[in-house]
């Protein structure tokens, strides 16, 4: 396999991320500051590609307010759900997780798997303006004094507004679909080789824990993903209205929450972010042959 392709592959780039990251134990220096300036250039990246004036109309509007029920309804109560089943130095990543937006990757996927990319585009705006004020509310409720509010405003500011500022002018340069690809790979590789790297011992350390991650993570993608769509098909949604709820009801951002674990707590807070990365990847490729063969 060429080089070329391997960079414009999603999943490979996210594995070589991990393997790499746990084997050699990440970067010695600046974790926080690599994974931080990483996320900034995958999220201008990726929301260059989001355009709010190809989506007009009430129903745009309508599918964006569903899908904030989903992701910051339906998604975060399991998480938070999931996370009491684990000790309490995990309870803050799997906040932070709960109060994550959605997944960017939410839109390409939505084409590819043959949904309605207009609308998709339109409810991950909302959805990260929703998240600037969602997201603190969440994490401080949930988490309270422990939590740096300076640091998380910061961050919060560096990770979303900024990349939102940018991202204007990003899409206005001449950079091909081919490059922007392999440069949110790349990105998204080198904050998870730091994020997995600074969390090695917790990965080879306790098997018992990472597999109840796994668990967890499994119920969070498929077990909500596929219920959405089984309950959706059930009420005579037709697939392509179908695939971007089940996207918004099974995808967070979890290289953020990823970032933002290690920017405000330890780094063993990043490991349910990290472990579920993979099964979000996991379930991708699944979700590309599911809706293939269903209708």
Request: include cysteine; hydrophobic fraction near 55%.
């Amino acid at each position: 396999m060429r080089l070329a392709e391997i960079l414009q592959s999603y999943a490979i780039m996210m594995t070589l991320g991990l393997v790499l990251g746990v084997v050699s134990g990440g970067f010695p220096w600046y974790t926080k500051e690599i994974s931080m300036a990483s996320l900034a250039i995958l999220m201008t990246l990726s929301l260059a590609n989001v355009r709010i004036g190809e989506a007009r109309g009430r129903d745009h509007l309508e599918h964006s307010l569903w899908a904030l029920v989903l992701n910051y309804g339906a998604l975060t109560l399991l998480l938070l759900l999931l996370g009491l089943a684990f000790p309490s130095d995990l309870w803050p990543g799997w906040v932070l997780m709960a109060a994550a937006p959605s997944a960017i990757s939410v839109v390409p996927f939505t084409g590819i798997f043959g949904g309605r990319t207009t609308k998709s585009l339109f409810s991950t705006a909302v959805n990260y303006i929703a998240a600037l004020a969602l997201m603190p509310a969440i994490t401080l409720l949930l988490i309270g004094s422990s939590v740096d509010v300076r640091s998380l405003v910061e961050s919060l500011l560096i990770l979303i507004v900024l990349p939102m500022v940018v991202s204007r002018l990003v899409a206005r340069a001449d950079i091909s679909k081919t490059a922007s690809t392999s440069l949110i790979n790349i990105s998204f590789a080198v904050l998870i080789f730091a994020v997995a790297g600074a969390n090695r011992n917790a990965f080879v350390g306790d098997p018992v824990i990472v597999l109840a991650i796994c668990a967890a993570g499994f119920v969070r993608t498929f077990g909500i993903g596929l219920g959405i769509d089984l309950s959706l098909k059930k009420m005579g949604m037709q697939k392509d209205e179908r695939i971007s709820y089940v996207l918004f009801s099974s995808f967070k951002n979890l290289g953020l929450t990823a970032t933002l674990a290690i920017a405000l707590f330890e780094p063993i807070v990043a490991v349910p972010a990290t472990i579920c990365i993979v099964l979000e990847v996991v379930w991708a490729i699944f979700l590309a042959r599911y809706y293939q063969r269903v209708t």
